[in-house]
Nanobody, 127 residues
């Protein structure tokens, strides 16, 4: 079993920054692949970024160049999402998710492909 706990959400003005964290516990091999998804009210959940055990990363086109995904280099059980140049359209509930090795990139990864989920942390960006 794997447990994921997110933190770091909040409210910020457009152009600001936030850093999300996600701490994983349980069987480490079950979360080689970790990712961030988000869901805005009335919209489907969408992939934001992913990182695999070899530190390869992928990003959704809407956040590329503004967001950076990383994981703790030692324990590899803490996932981060540095969000810069935030826009009002980034407002959503952000979820940490994990599975054994990634299936493709975040662009091709569906919610159903992820085995474990956190409870979510709210990010609100005002204009």
């Amino acid at each position: 079993q794997v447990q994921l706990v997110e933190s770091g959400g909040g409210s910020v003005q457009a152009g600001g920054s936030l850093r999300l964290s996600c701490t994983a516990s349980g069987y480490t091999y079950r979360y080689d692949c970790m990712a961030w998804f988000r869901q805005a009210p009335g919209k489907e959940r969408e992939g934001v970024a992913s990182i695999d055990s070899d530190s390869s990363t992928s990003y959704a086109a809407s956040v590329k160049g503004r967001f950076t995904i990383s994981r703790d280099t030692n324990a590899k059980n803490t996932l981060y999402l540095q969000m810069d140049s935030l826009k009002p359209e980034d407002t959503a509930m952000y979820y940490c998710a994990a599975r054994p090795p990634c299936l493709g990139t975040i662009a091709t990864m569906a919610s159903a492909d992820l085995s474990y989920w956190g409870q979510g942390t709210q990010v609100t960006v005002s204009s």
